[in-house]
């Protein structure tokens, strides 16, 4: 149980920073809602796979009576052949769970790898935030992975920041920075 909820968690974690980290167009509308999305499906599955346990007939039986050598110095193994339930397929699990409970928990952290960046990518671009200025939007290249070797010259940002704040009504133009 402890896997699976860590996998169902962490999964959409690094989906929120693989989002932005190769998708500079990525914003805060995308990233919550592909991270509270792909959160909920995982937790839903991790919690349908804890109840219906489609894996549990998978370990085969004790037996306790079996001796483990004969007289001839080999195992007898004729006690160990019970038949399994022919309703299990060992690699699929039971057929009866459904299709998702059946996913092994290994993979809950690429799923939500993979679903974060899938609502998170296309929410970006349905619903931008609000304009940004040049610097800011290059600042947020610049810290993506496409534009890691890209320098940000050090003057323009006091003077970026000024303008901001002067435009956002924080400063009043006879303050100097």
Same mark, same amino acid.
């Given at each position: 149980?402890?896997l699976?909820? &860590? $996998? ?9 920073f693989?989002?932005?980290i ?5 914003n805060?509308? $995308?990233?919550?809602l $592909?991270?509270?999305?792909?959160? &909920?499906? !995982?937790?839903w599955?991790?919690i ?6 489609p894996?549990?007939d ?11 050598q004969? /007289? ?5 193994? %004729?006690?160990?052949?019970?038949p ?6 060992l690699?699929?699990?039971?057929? /009866? ?5 059946r996913?092994?928990p290994?993979?809950y %952290?690429?799923?939500?790898i993979?679903?974060?960046a899938?609502?998170?990518v296309?929410? %970006?671009l ?16 610049? !810290? ?9 010259e ?17 400063l %009043?133009?006879?303050v100097?920075?």
């Amino acid at each position: 149980a402890c896997l699976s909820v &860590m $996998g169902a968690v962490a999964g959409p974690l690094v989906g929120l920073f693989f989002l932005g980290i190769f998708f500079p167009k990525a914003n805060k509308n $995308g990233a919550i809602l $592909g991270l509270v999305l792909s959160e &909920m499906f !995982l937790i839903w599955i991790c919690i349908g796979a804890n109840i219906y346990t489609p894996y549990k007939d998978y370990v085969l039986p004790t037996n306790l009576t079996c001796t483990t050598q004969s /007289s001839s110095g080999f195992a007898n193994h %004729s006690s160990l052949t019970q038949p399994l339930a022919e309703r299990i397929d060992l690699h699929y699990g039971d057929q /009866s769970v459904f299709y998702l409970y059946r996913i092994s928990p290994f993979l809950y %952290s690429i799923i939500g790898i993979i679903l974060t960046a899938i609502v998170g990518v296309p929410t %970006s671009l349905l619903f931008p935030t609000e304009p940004q200025t040049a610097y800011q939007r290059r600042t947020q290249h610049a !810290l993506t992975y496409f534009g890691r070797h890209e320098p940000l010259e050090s003057g323009d940002s006091v003077k970026e920041k000024e303008r901001l704040l002067y435009h956002r009504g924080r400063l %009043s133009p006879n303050v100097q920075i």
